[in-house]
């Protein structure tokens, strides 16, 4: 897929097919995520990839999903990321601006894996302590953010929206991600 096609296709995914990523695969993502830009180069960022089937749920119970639909939107049984890695900042590091390294390294890693057909979602709400703890982070490193990863266990749709921006699944659990037009948003001069 070229670039913009990706930008434009990708969508947060919540539902996984329960086929395995390769390693090799993973380790591709992440190494997009280390080359992104960062303020002053300062490279905050490290990332732990989780992949063990015993650690999977264990992770899982420390995420929140869909916020405007869960428990609806929240992957079902058998359905669950078959992967995630774990997006860490250095705690030297607690300005503001280390929260747009993160971001655009998390960018990065969600568009490389959509290039592989792995669908992702970016999750904000975690219990950090709790998984701290499972995954031993070094103390030096504070979780900022984890990505699920999976093959896409469905398809959700764009539609364009002047009046909402919250997500919903329709009668046949389709998920419709309204975004706000480009003529309401793009000024010129």
Not at 11 to 23: G, Q, V
Not at 73 to 98: C, H, Q, S, W
Not at 128 to 139: H, K, M, S, V
């Amino acid at each position: 897929m070229k670039m913009i096609e990706l930008i434009k296709t990708r969508r947060s995914i919540r539902s996984y097919l329960p086929d395995r990523i390769d390693m090799d695969i993973l380790t591709e993502i992440v190494d997009c995520g280390r080359l992104a830009p960062s303020a002053t180069n300062r490279q905050p960022m490290a990332f732990h990839i989780v992949q063990k089937e015993e650690l999977l749920e264990l992770v899982f119970r420390t995420l929140s999903w869909a916020g405007y639909i869960a428990p609806e939107g929240n992957p079902k049984l058998g359905k669950e990321p078959m992967a995630y890695i774990v997006v860490l900042v250095r705690k030297e590091f607690a300005d503001t601006i280390t929260k747009h390294d993160a971001g655009a390294a998390i960018e990065n890693m969600i568009l490389a894996a959509w290039s592989y057909g792995i669908g992702s979602c970016w999750l904000g709400s975690v219990k950090r302590e709790e998984l701290t703890e499972i995954l031993q982070i070094p103390a030096e490193y504070r979780i900022d953010s984890v990505i699920s990863l999976g093959y896409p266990a469905e398809t959700p749709v764009m539609e364009e929206s002047e009046e909402t921006t919250r997500y919903y699944k329709d009668e046949n659990g389709v998920l419709h991600v309204p975004k706000r037009p480009l003529k309401n948003i793009l000024y010129v001069d």
